[in-house]
C-alpha cells in the first residue's frame, strides 16, 4: 500500500475529468474504485469532496489516498505511432514554430483518449516532436466529430500561458455551421446555462448536456453559465442556415446543445437534433437528406491568439473538410462571399 499523496496539477494539464486524469496517473486503479473512493472522501480537491466527473486543472491539488501496489507515476514510453498516422498528423499542421503547433484536426479524431478511445490526437502527437524531446502538449480540445483549428504548446512554460489564456478568454475562436432551419434574428446571443444529464455511464459514455433557462442556473445543482454569439452568414430557402458561432464560454457540447435549444440543430447532430429530416423548430431534425452528408457539420474555422512568448496577434484558419465541402458546393455557398469574423463591428 502506498501512502496519502498530494499531487498538484501542472500547468501543461488540460482541463479535464478527474477519474480520468486519476486513471492516467494511476492505471492500476480501475472506474470502480475510483468512485467508491471519491463516495467515502478519500479522494479530495483542494481540501473538498468530489464526484468522479469534477472537472480539474492547473494549480488544483489533489488528495490521493494510499492505494495497492501503487507505484510513483513514471514518464510513459513513447507510444507507437503508424507511418500512416505520422504522415496524416504532419499533413495536418497549419502552423509552427519553437513554442507551439496549430493543426487541422480531422472530423472522427478525438482529442484526448477515453471510453474505448486509443486513437487520439493526443497520442498521435508524437509524431509532431520535430527534433523537440517532448511532444506536444492540448491546451484545448475539439469533439470528437468537430474538425478544425487546435492549439498545441511544445513546452510547460508554454502550455501554461496559453491554457491561461483560455481560462481568461482573451482568445477568439470562430466555428462554422450549416443547420437546420433559419435562425431569427439572423444575429443573436444564446445564454442557456448548461448541466450534464444524468445516467449516461460512470466513464461518460452518451455524455449528454441539457440547457437550462438563464435564470434558474444558479439554483440547478451543476449547472454551469454558458454564452454563445451566433450570425447567420447565408440560407437555403427555410431549409437550412450557415451560421457563425463564437462560445464566448467553453462548455462541454455548448455549440450543438444551443443550437439544438433554439430549435435549429446542427446539421449531423444526431445525439442533439435527432435523425429525422423534418424541422420543426423544437431542436429535432439534423438530417437534411438527399446526398447531403450524415457528418457532423462543425468546425473550428479560426483562431486568434497573442502569442505566449513573441506578444504578436496571430490569426490561423482551417479549411472545411471534404464533407462540408460537399454541401457548400451544393448549396452553392462560397467562402469568398462571407465576412472572415462577422461579429468584429460589435467587439
Given amino acids: 500500500m502506498s501512502r496519502v499523496q498530494t499531487l498538484t496539477l501542472g500547468a501543461e494539464e488540460a482541463e479535464q475529468r478527474l477519474d480520468r486524469w486519476f486513471r492516467r496517473v494511476f492505471p492500476q486503479v480501475r472506474q470502480g474504485q475510483i468512485e467508491k473512493l471519491c463516495r467515502k472522501g478519500e479522494i479530495r480537491v483542494d ?7 469534477t472537472r480539474v486543472g492547473p494549480g488544483q ?29 504532419r499533413d495536418a499542421v497549419l502552423y509552427r514554430d519553437d513554442h507551439l503547433l496549430v493543426i487541422d484536426k480531422p472530423a472522427g479524431l478525438p482529442s484526448q483518449g477515453g471510453s474505448k478511445q486509443t486513437r487520439h490526437v493526443d497520442g498521435l502527437s508524437e509524431a509532431l516532436r520535430f527534433g523537440l524531446d517532448d511532444k506536444p502538449r492540448l491546451v484545448h480540445r475539439l469533439d470528437k466529430d468537430t474538425s478544425g483549428v487546435l492549439l498545441l504548446a511544445r513546452s510547460h512554460k508554454v502550455a501554461g500561458a496559453l491554457t491561461a489564456a483560455f481560462r481568461a478568454r482573451t482568445t477568439r475562436k470562430i466555428y462554422w455551421a450549416a443547420v437546420a432551419g433559419v435562425p431569427q434574428p439572423a444575429m443573436g ?10 445516467g449516461h455511464g460512470a466513464r461518460g459514455e452518451a455524455e449528454k448536456m441539457l440547457c437550462i433557462h438563464p435564470a434558474w442556473v444558479d439554483e440547478t445543482l451543476d449547472a454551469r453559465h454558458a454564452t454563445t454569439d451566433y450570425a447567420v452568414l447565408a440560407s437555403l430557402a ?19 446543445a444551443h443550437m439544438a435549444q433554439l430549435g435549429h440543430p446542427i ?19 439534423a438530417q437534411l437528406g438527399g446526398e447531403i452528408s450524415r457528418k457532423l457539420h462543425l468546425h473550428a474555422r479560426q483562431l486568434r491568439l497573442q502569442h505566449p512568448v513573441t506578444g504578436r496577434l496571430m490569426t490561423f484558419t482551417a479549411p472545411l473538410p471534404e464533407h462540408m465541402m460537399r454541401t457548400w458546393s451544393t448549396f452553392d455557398w462560397r467562402v469568398e462571399d462571407v465576412p472572415a469574423d462577422p461579429f468584429e463591428d460589435l467587439q
Avoid at 189 to 198: D, E, H, Q, S
Fill in 189 to 198: 446571443i444564446v445564454r442557456y446555462g448548461l448541466v450534464k444529464a444524468p
Fill in 267 to 285: 446539421v449531423g447532430d444526431g445525439k442533439y437534433g435527432g435523425s429525422g429530416q423534418e424541422n420543426l423548430g423544437d431542436g429535432w431534425g
Fill in 47 to 53: 481540501g473538498g469532496r468530489v464526484k468522479p466527473a
Fill in 61 to 89: 491539488v489533489v488528495r490521493v489516498p494510499p492505494l495497492p501496489e501503487a507505484a510513483p507515476a513514471q514518464a510513459r514510453p513513447q507510444s507507437f505511432v503508424s507511418d500512416a498516422d505520422a504522415a496524416m498528423m
Fill in 238 to 256: 427555410r431549409r437550412t442556415a450557415w451560421v457563425a458561432l463564437v462560445p464566448v464560454t467553453g462548455r462541454t457540447h455548448q455549440l450543438r
